[in-house]
T-cell receptor
């Protein structure tokens, strides 16, 4: 199995630009999670989906952030417009129904100038 | 979400020594997990302990859980240089999402 796939691995953009992060979960997994990791705030859950349906988006910091999961094998996290304080590593993780273990992707390192 | 606390924040030991990391949390939990993160990589699951368990072993890892004190510890025995990484506890209550601790940076010197 290829594991959770994220793209791009690195993104550098300027303030005000739109950023789209992509994630392909492990095949057969029912849950997908988006996290953000920073030195100041640690690892924070932004949103998670169950069977492509958003369950809890209370961690999404602002309306500038949106996430979609159009099908079981693809999800996006979009930031529009981006700001320097959005600079962080964004992780996608997936898990299977009945199992609590989460499998993490390699992350996208985002730098907003 | 209320992030768990871990201590120490950083730990440096010699190869062959044991490393102990502690985690405290604030809510009722169903289970507590430990993850490892190598620099610049994603997190990797190490071990899970359920709320009705007190101790669990996996290879060189030993995890304890004290629900009365809302705390857990991870012991790595006979450490190796390859164990150098950040270690995070993560716990879940009734919902599916995990709350992660602040992490312990472990350095094992050869």
């Amino acid at each position: 199995d290829a594991g959770v796939i994220q793209s791009p691995r690195h993104e550098v953009t300027e303030m005000g630009q739109e950023v789209t992060l992509r994630c392909k979960p492990i095949s057969g997994h029912d849950y997908l999670f988006w996290y953000r990791q920073t030195m100041m705030r640690g690892l924070e859950l932004l949103i998670y989906f169950n069977n492509n349906v958003p369950i809890d988006d209370s961690g999404m910091p602002e309306d500038r952030f949106s996430a979609k999961m159009p099908n079981a094998s693809f999800s996006t996290l979009k930031i529009q417009p981006s700001e320097p304080r959005d600079s962080a590593v964004y992780f996608c993780a997936s898990s299977k129904r009945g199992q609590e273990t989460q499998y993490f992707g390699p992350g996208t390192r985002l730098l907003v100038l | 979400s209320q992030q768990g606390e871990e201590d120490p924040q950083a730990l440096s030991i010699q190869e062959g020594e044991n490393a102990t990391m502690n985690c405290s949390y604030k809510t009722s939990i169903n289970n507590l997990q430990w993850y490892r993160q190598n620099s610049g990589r994603g997190l990797v699951h190490l071990i899970l302990i359920r709320s009705n368990e007190r101790e669990k072993h996996s290879g060189r890892l030993r995890v304890t859980l004290d629900t009365s004190k809302k705390s857990s510890s991870l012991l790595i025995t006979a450490s190796r240089a390859a164990d150098t990484a950040s270690y995070f506890c993560a716990y879940s209550g009734s919902a599916r999402q995990l709350t992660f601790g602040s992490g312990t940076q472990l350095t094992v010197l050869p």
